[in-house]
């Protein structure tokens, strides 16, 4: 052997996994953390069950993270296959090649325990994912991760996930000192005892590669003046709702919103506001509504499940135009679906699930630095336009870390004091604009204000009515509110030329794999772009005149829609993707979709494919092919 | 100092004294020998008593008969939507404790739909008047079983006559952890009534009242028709809701420590003879929003702008 090779890559997709509660997330954290000290950009997502106690060794126990680093940054989305998967058992391991989202030639490295494992099912599950990854490709390295471990602790279950941040250090020729600062980090709420072991764990991790591993990889950083922060989704929106100025979250417990909550729990009241944990979905919703009517400003957290209970206050904010913001952090669905996994399907839901007519502004954010902006565009035009603003986020975006620039918090706006002043007897509650539809609102405590708002139809006076007329002009002023905003909007922008053969259109968090996608086809002289379309409700300007400069118009969603291979599909049978759905309603236009519920982020290769696929003229096929119901593997807990 | 000298000495040497007209917005429009009539005159009166100015009260409401309160009252007023009115109360108070709040619910839309919400509340224990007025019916969708219509009685659900046994509400609230204050009064009872809204409206936390009340259209023959022929108990204590003599002809006064939480509750499992007045009141609990609002004091700008930068430094690479 003449000594370890050192590989130069541009970037690399580290996948670790382990059994639910071994500790494979922490050990990612971390060493995410560490590479985003090193300066690499960075986007992370979380591989996570539903349950807190899965089965073990199971493939529905799988529970870990995925890591994309670069020299770049920004990283804007998850990317394509993984070069590289670190597993605690066969298991963890087999889920991901049953997800589809590991290279054939992949790096393995792999806990060796169960070679020689008493149970015999787990020797013989383990040569049969160890022989299945050989033959597709993989490389698989048998790692001691247990037996090292115990050399340092008792109990090999709190540890092994440190000893693999060790480990990935090596792989990956990072500073093991940098780890060492993360590590008591991660850990400050600890003991020093466990901290001191953590590092220890870890330090050994480190050598066991240093000494073990014939090839290393190294993944260098573009040095960088520009300052950076990386967090979640949810951090991001939580970081966002105060610098936004806002006084009080309402919310219920739901994946996979609640993290926000619980970070804004531990801030807010430094900042004198507090988190409201309500009794339920719509009380949550209902108390957000009272404080804001109050003229404090509050926002809702919640994911569908929730949104569909909130619906008939949504309905009341829209009628008493009293200023709301509500996230929407989307989730699989319906129903229950998968909690903890991304789909995009409320965006129909958010636009009409409220009964009646009832406009309202819906936005979406599409990486995690704009969750951190978002709520400070919502809240400026809530309040403006005394609206019900609905901005959606979602698994991917919640959950996943991604490095970007520090917001630069000097420049939030100071809040003036709230409004009391007098205002003459006869000022209307609803003082229309008949262009606009806009008015001013009235805040408890205003005298001569005095007045009901009511979620009846009313009129100017605020005053119940039931004619005709008056039901029209109030439809009217609420509607016009939207057009009103509209005009401000900005055409979006095109990412490639402004005309082709195919423009794909995408909205919230699969805009950095649809822009991947498009950059890696035009390298090879296709024609397409693509657009991202943040406002949803107003849709912004111009559309039709992009869309007419392209042979073909295809939106790029997480959502379901049949396909055209399906078995009676039909033109007039077909069910679009949601996005499609709208903009075909809009534009009047043949717009196609690809749309799919993977339960997983989009990957910038699939959508390549999908592109040359429809420049082939054999498009819109999403592989539907019959799961196999495979007996579980035995576990020790049946 | 006799109310009537008060009176004089409001109207003569304060400069914001205000009068009942201050208090009045529309004419109502419910029916005839609707007991809402007499819960509307009433908050009025308590108003104008405690000199309040109507631009520091709120009135929040869900749907249903009762609900229309807030349009008759000449306070800011939301009317919201069926059984919701205590998360937007909640929400008022959270946001203001500077505000005054006045919540009117009936019967189906505070112990049906609004039934989570109104256990809910009552441990929040948030500072607020809550008036439940119970007609035993759904009267504006027309004549549908609630959950305190009679068992047997029959409706345009239960045309064979309802089946179940009504629901006690006294005995749920009283059982609710953090309860601070429970009345029950009727609208045949005026003076009773204004006595129980004026010792709510003092109260600082949750004052539960439940109203008695008939609805002369669809529900005439509740409580007796209303109240001729219901037996009532009137609690007696001197910080409870003074009986005056003339009520006694309705029933018997009975003793009765409204601090003492196991009297409250054996009391409150008790629906006929139906005890009336005060029956639990705790004056030393903590209200929700004041719990929430002592931590969480905003910061001035250039502080705020400090710990937002300090914070994020938490998540600089």
Redesign the interface.
């Known amino acids: 052997m003449s000594g370890p090779r050192l590989v130069r890559l541009s970037e690399s997709i580290v996948e670790i996994v382990s059994d639910a509660g071994e500790g494979a997330q922490k050990a990612a954290v971390s060493f995410a953390q560490v590479c985003a000290k090193a300066g690499n950009g960075l986007w992370t997502v979380e591989i996570i069950p539903s349950e807190i106690q899965p089965p073990p060794h199971t493939t529905g126990s799988a529970s870990g993270n995925r890591i994309r680093l670069s020299e770049k940054s920004p990283v804007t989305n998850v990317g394509n296959l993984a070069d590289v998967v670190l597993a605690f058992n066969e298991m963890a391991l087999l889920s991901r090649y049953e997800a589809g989202t590991v290279a054939d030639d992949a790096l393995v490295l792999i806990d060796d325990q169960w070679a020689e494992h008493d149970i015999e099912s787990y020797r013989k599950s383990y040569r049969e994912v160890l022989e299945m990854v050989r033959k597709s490709g993989g490389t698989v390295i048998e790692v001691p991760l247990e037996k090292e471990t115990l050399k340092h602790v008792d109990n090999p279950q709190r540890g092994k996930n440190m000893f693999a941040v060790g480990l990935l250090c090596a792989l990956y020729n990072k500073d093991i000192e940098i780890a060492k600062e993360v590590i008591a980090g991660v850990f400050k709420k600890k003991k020093q005892i466990v901290i001191d072991t953590a590092v220890k764990l870890a330090v050994a991790g480190f050598q066991y590669g240093l000494e073990n591993l014939e090839t290393r990889f190294e993944v260098p950083a573009i040095p960088t003046d520009v300052p950076k922060v990386a967090m979640n989704g949810n951090t991001a929106l939580a970081m966002g709702a105060v610098a936004a100025g806002f006084d009080l979250c309402s919310m219920y417990p739901i994946t996979p919103a609640t993290s926000a909550s619980h970070v804004l729990s531990e801030i807010f009241e430094d900042f004198g506001g507090f988190v409201h944990q309500a009794e339920d979905e719509i009380a949550a919703i209902g108390v957000a509504l009272g404080a804001s009517y109050a003229g404090k400003t509050a926002l809702t957290i919640t994911s569908g499940p929730g949104m569909a209970l909130k619906t008939e206050f949504q309905g009341l904010s829209v009628m008493t135009e009293t200023p709301l913001v509500i996230v929407d952090v989307q989730r699989g669905g319906p129903s229950t679906g998968l909690p903890t996994k991304i789909e995009q399907g409320d965006l129909l839901h958010a636009l009409y699930g409220t009964p009646g007519d009832a406009p309202k502004v819906v936005m979406a954010a599409s990486t995690i630095e704009e969750c951190y902006y978002i709520l400070s565009v919502a809240k400026k035009i809530a309040e403006e336009f005394r609206m019900l603003v609905i901005v959606l986020s979602d698994a991917n975006l919640a959950t996943g870390q991604q490095l970007f620039t520090r917001p630069d918090v000097s420049k939030t706006p100071r809040r003036p004091p709230l409004d009391l002043s007098p205002v003459p007897e006869d000022t209307l509650p609803y003082d229309w604009d008949s262009q606009t539809g806009l008015s001013n609102r009235l805040i408890p405590g205003q005298p001569g204000g005095m007045g009901v708002i009511t979620s009846l139809n009313h009129d100017r006076n605020g005053k119940a009515c039931y004619d005709s007329e008056r039901n029209q002009r109030g439809h009217q002023m609420r509607s016009r509110k939207l057009a009103a905003l509209q005009q401000s909007l900005n055409p979006p922008a095109i990412h490639g030329e402004p005309e082709g053969d195919l423009l794909l259109v995408g909205w919230g968090s699969t805009k950095g794999a649809i822009e991947e996608a498009v950059d890696m086809a035009r390298e090879e002289g296709i024609s397409v772009s693509s657009i991202n379309i943040q406002f949803l409700s107003p849709l912004p300007p111009g559309l039709k005149k992009i869309f007419s400069r392209f042979k073909k118009v295809m939106t790029v969603e997480l959502n379901y829609s049949d396909d055209w291979d399906d078995p009676l599909i039909t033109e007039e049978s077909r069910r679009y993707g949601q996005l499609a759905w709208v903009l075909r309603a809009a534009v009047l236009m043949d717009i196609d979709c690809y749309a799919k519920v993977p339960g997983r982020p989009l990957m910038p290769v699939e959508i390549l494919d999908e592109i040359k696929n429809q420049l082939n003229g054999k498009g819109g096929a999403v592989s539907g092919k019959e799961p196999i119901d495979e007996p579980q593997p035995a576990t020790t807990n049946s | 100092m006799s109310s009537i000298i008060q009176e004089c000495l409001d109207e003569s040497c304060a400069i914001h004294s205000h009068t009942l007209e201050d208090y009045q917005?529309?004419i109502p429009r419910w029916c005839k020998g609707c007991g809402d009539h007499g819960v509307l005159a009433s908050l009025q009166r308590v108003m104008r008593k405690n000199n309040v100015?109507?631009?520091?009260v709120?009135?929040?409401s869900g749907?249903g008969c009762s609900s229309r309160l807030?349009?008759y009252l000449?306070?800011?007023?939301?009317?919201?939507?069926h059984g919701?009115a205590?998360?937007?109360?909640?929400?008022?108070r959270?946001?203001?404790p500077?505000?005054k709040v006045i919540v009117t619910m009936g019967d189906g839309d505070c112990f049906s739909i609004g039934g989570?919400?109104w256990?809910?509340a009552v441990r929040y224990n948030i500072n607020a008047v809550v008036l439940v007025l119970d007609n035993e019916i759904y009267a504006l969708t027309k004549m549908q079983v609630s959950p305190t219509t009679p068992v047997g009685q029959r409706t345009n659900t239960t045309p064979r006559g309802s089946s179940l046994q009504p629901m006690n509400p006294i005995g749920v609230v009283v059982g609710m952890t953090n309860v601070s204050f429970v009345a029950q009064t009727a609208t045949w009872l005026p003076a009773h009534l204004d006595e129980t809204i004026e010792r709510a409206w003092e109260h600082k936390g949750l004052s539960f009242v439940r109203i008695l009340q008939r609805c002369p259209v669809f529900m005439p023959e509740a409580y007796g028709e209303g109240g001729l022929n219901f037996p009532v108990t009137f609690l007696e204590n001197e910080d409870g809701i003074p009986i005056h003599p003339g009520l006694l002809k309705r029933g018997p006064a009975q003793a009765h420590n409204q601090r003492n939480i196991d009297q409250a509750l054996s009391v409150a499992a008790k629906v006929d003879p139906a005890p009336m007045g005060l029956i639990y009141h705790n004056p030393d609990l903590p209200t929700y929003e004041e719990i929430?609002?002592q931590?969480?004091?905003?910061?001035d700008?250039e502080t705020?702008?400090n710990?937002?930068?300090n914070?994020?430094d938490r998540?600089?690479?």
């Open positions: 917005s529309e100015d109507p631009e520091n709120v009135t929040v749907i807030p349009h000449k306070t800011y007023g939301f009317h919201g939507i919701r205590l998360p937007i109360s909640t929400g008022v959270l946001a203001r500077d505000l989570n919400h256990l809910h929430r609002v931590h969480a004091k905003r910061p700008h705020f702008i710990r937002l930068d914070l994020m998540y600089a690479v």
